[in-house]
């Protein structure tokens, strides 16, 4: 039978027929709450379930950890109603940002590490992508696969959309970028998508967490806060991890920006320097940093985004050992289709 959802604090109404998840009839619906993998594996559609009963459904622990399932989260695109509910989810309301599908043409491919791109497409002349800083696109592929990137750059400096797209071995669309993609190419795409977006009413200071091409959605939070003068009011420091200082290849950039700007502070983290790095500043796991030199984070807000293990570690360690609230994570996960597939296989 089908069942009444109520999603706060919109109000807005729902019926969720039999055996349905939440996510499926709010987008047959029309109505727009975040989302991302649709498959238990990235975490973008996580809110809060206020009351009522749902089965939780196969899904990855990286996207939603025991902790924050026993704190009344869940994961939309996987839950479906054993009862009437009321939930906690970001209703996108007309006047908001729009999703649109999209071709594009790659303008420039520019080789930044020797597994990181960053590769600049163009709309066509009469759209414009409107977007909150943080937030990504989705590559449509033949045979309705995705692929989904973080917009690298501000909103208002949006002439060409950057993508940071680290290389995956044996990975389908990132093999393609960087063996054979040329300029001018057409692609197509969807977006924006996520909700990894700057929570711009809170005055708590900011620590970001990044691994590798995690930095490409902070960069265009950083960037759009330092424009709005977000930090002159608000503390914000950045971690950036890689295991070699290669990986992080846009260090000059950050290194220019911890001169520059009020109230900003930057700490690179490597793992595996090799001597000839001469490597000389912190050295160990990103979060572990964070740990160390905050070991009371309550009060704070803290948002992540990388490799799948780095966000989870930090949401489990920071929440459990740094009195973190889990209100006050925010991450995107950067899964894959092994990730997603493990998450599918999940009992
Ligand atoms: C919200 C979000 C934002 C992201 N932002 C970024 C970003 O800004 N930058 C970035 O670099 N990455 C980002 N990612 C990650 C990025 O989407 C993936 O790295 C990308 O989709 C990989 O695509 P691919 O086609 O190259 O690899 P895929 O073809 O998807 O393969 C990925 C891995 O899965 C394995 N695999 C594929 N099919 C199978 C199968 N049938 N069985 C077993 N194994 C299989 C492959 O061998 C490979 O190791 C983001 C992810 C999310 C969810
Ligand atoms: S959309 Fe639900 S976990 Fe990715």
Same mark, same amino acid.
């Given at each position: 039978?089908?069942?009444?959802?109520?999603?706060?604090?919109?109000? =807005?109404?729902?019926?969720?027929?039999?055996?349905? =998840?939440?996510? %499926?009839? &709010?987008?047959?619906?029309?109505?727009?709450?975040?989302?991302?993998?649709?498959?238990?594996?990235?975490?973008?559609?996580?809110?809060?379930?206020?009351?009522?009963?749902?089965? @939780?459904?196969?899904?990855?622990?990286? /996207?939603?950890?025991?902790?924050?399932?026993?704190?009344?989260?869940?994961?939309?695109?996987?839950?479906?109603?054993?009862?009437?509910?009321?939930?906690? /989810?970001?209703?996108?309301?007309?006047?908001?940002?729009? !999703?649109?599908?999209?071709?594009?043409?790659?303008?420039?491919?520019?080789?930044?590490?020797?597994?990181? !791109?960053?590769?600049? +497409?163009?709309?066509?002349?009469?759209?414009?992508?409107?977007?909150?800083?943080?937030?990504?696109?989705?590559?449509?592929?033949?045979?309705?696969?995705?692929?989904?990137?973080?917009?690298?750059?501000?909103?208002?400096?949006?002439?060409?959309?950057?993508?940071? #797209?680290?290389?995956?071995?044996?990975?389908?669309? =990132?093999?393609? #970028?960087?063996?054979?993609?040329?300029?001018?190419?057409?692609?197509?795409?969807?977006?924006?998508?996520?909700?990894? @977006?700057?929570?711009?009413?809170?005055?708590?200071?900011?620590?970001?967490?990044?691994?590798?091409?995690?930095?490409?959605?902070? %960069?265009?939070?950083?960037?759009?806060?330092?424009?709005?003068?977000?930090?002159?009011?608000?503390?914000?420091?950045?971690?950036?991890?890689?295991?070699?200082?290669?990986?992080?290849?846009?260090?000059?950039?950050?290194?220019?920006?911890?001169?520059?700007?009020?109230?900003?502070?930057?700490?690179?983290? +490597?793992?595996?320097?090799?001597?000839?790095?001469?490597?000389?500043?912190?050295?160990?796991?990103?979060?572990?940093? #964070?740990?160390?030199?905050?070991?009371? $984070?309550?009060?704070?807000?803290? @948002?992540?985004?990388?490799?799948?293990?780095?966000?989870?570690?930090?949401?489990?360690?920071?929440? /459990?050992?740094?009195?973190?609230? $889990?209100?006050?994570?925010?991450?995107?996960?950067? =899964?894959?289709? &092994?990730?997603?597939? &493990?998450?599918?296989?999940?009992?």
């Amino acid at each position: 039978m089908p069942f009444q959802v109520t999603i706060q604090p919109s109000g =807005t109404q729902l019926t969720v027929p039999d055996g349905e =998840t939440v996510l %499926k009839a &709010a987008l047959t619906e029309g109505i727009n709450i975040p989302y991302g993998c649709r498959n238990g594996a990235c975490g973008s559609c996580k809110g809060k379930l206020v009351q009522g009963e749902i089965d @939780y459904g196969s899904y990855s622990e990286a /996207a939603l950890s025991k902790i924050e399932r026993n704190a009344g989260f869940a994961l939309f695109c996987c839950a479906k109603p054993l009862s009437d509910l009321v939930i906690e /989810a970001r209703v996108r309301q007309a006047g908001d940002v729009v !999703v649109k599908k999209l071709p594009c043409r790659v303008h420039k491919i520019e080789r930044v590490a020797d597994d990181v !791109v960053i590769l600049s +497409i163009k709309l066509p002349a009469n759209e414009r992508l409107q977007f909150q800083a943080g937030q990504y696109i989705d590559f449509l592929l033949k045979d309705s696969e995705r692929r989904s990137f973080s917009i690298g750059n501000a909103p208002h400096d949006d002439e060409f959309t950057q993508l940071h #797209v680290r290389l995956v071995a044996g990975g389908k669309f =990132t093999e393609h #970028v960087f063996k054979t993609m040329k300029e001018r190419d057409i692609l197509r795409f969807e977006g924006p998508l996520g909700n990894f @977006y700057l929570r711009e009413e809170s005055p708590k200071p900011i620590v970001f967490l990044a691994s590798g091409t995690g930095f490409a959605p902070i %960069k265009s939070i950083l960037e759009y806060a330092f424009r709005k003068g977000l930090n002159r009011d608000r503390t914000m420091t950045l971690y950036w991890g890689g295991r070699r200082p290669k990986d992080l290849y846009l260090n000059d950039l950050v290194q220019a920006w911890a001169k520059e700007q009020a109230n900003f502070q930057y700490v690179p983290v +490597i793992s595996d320097a090799i001597p000839e790095d001469a490597w000389t500043g912190r050295a160990g796991f990103v979060h572990r940093a #964070v740990m160390q030199d905050f070991p009371d $984070l309550s009060g704070h807000q803290v @948002y992540a985004s990388g490799v799948p293990i780095m966000v989870d570690s930090a949401r489990n360690d920071l929440t /459990a050992k740094c009195n973190l609230a $889990l209100d006050d994570f925010f991450a995107d996960s950067f =899964t894959t289709t &092994a990730d997603v597939l &493990a998450a599918q296989n999940k009992p």
